[in-house]
């Protein structure tokens, strides 16, 4: 099961180079909230309707629509099953290629471990649990971790090449103000209360550190 989950993410992410991954996390002062994630890939979708329709790829056997459909749904299925998490939805529209996922969360700490059930669906042995989010009523903090890298890493050289087209955005929204923020790339919204940063998905994966931010709010 997990080497199929890692095959889609070799096929689907590592030999399209033009796509966009959008991460839009709300925050309420109770620390319970919303995550959406948009993985657009359709400034890509002629190139992976030819894919599609290879046997295989780079040495990578391409999965059929339908098993792609199949290892989303079962992915969405465990996340449903995740305490604190709710109202989890998705759309993965065929013909463009975009997946949308949407859940609500009873407090950060979800999201954390909700990274970490993500990583193992890929890699089991090098999965562990980290602290990507914390929050207080007074700051958040967010800390990417090696999710990307260390799924990097099992690219092939030729693979990796393509992901200098892709990008990252991600979008932290609050209750309160946003008092300031050391994310250098990021900024805050004129309402004063998004923090809002867009880079290549290079940076994130080999410089993760890059990503990292303490937002401090109005209490």
Not at 21 to 42: L, R, V
Not at 79 to 105: C, P, R
Not at 125 to 153: C, S, V, W
Not at 155 to 166: M, T, W, Y
Request: hydrophobic share 35%; proline share 3%.
């Amino acid at each position: 099961m997990r080497k199929i989950y890692f095959i889609l993410a070799i096929i689907i992410f590592s030999l399209t180079s033009c796509f966009e991954i959008t991460e839009d996390i709300t925050i309420h002062k109770d620390g319970s909230g919303q995550a959406n994630y948009i993985f657009n890939f359709s400034q890509s979708q002629t190139k992976i309707n030819a894919l599609l329709l290879l046997e295989t790829v780079n040495g990578y056997k391409v999965p059929s629509r339908h098993q792609i459909n199949q290892k989303i749904s079962v992915f969405m299925d465990s996340l449903k099953m995740q305490k604190g998490i709710t109202n989890v939805k998705y759309s993965y529209d065929e013909k463009l290629f975009i997946l949308k996922l949407s859940a609500n969360f009873d407090n950060v700490n979800r999201l954390n471990n909700g990274v970490y059930q993500f990583w193992q669906k890929f890699d089991k042995t090098n999965a562990k649990k980290e602290r990507y989010y914390n929050y207080t009523k007074k700051a958040f903090y967010h800390q990417p971790g090696n999710l990307f890298h260390q799924l990097y890493l099992k690219l092939k050289q030729a693979d990796k090449d393509v992901l200098d087209g892709a990008t990252y955005t991600i979008l932290f929204r609050f209750d309160q103000k946003v008092v300031s923020q050391t994310q250098p790339e990021g900024k805050i919204s004129k309402q004063g209360n998004i923090v809002f940063l867009k880079l290549p998905l290079q940076s994130i994966v080999n410089q993760p550190f890059l990503f990292k931010n303490y937002i401090v709010l109005q209490p």
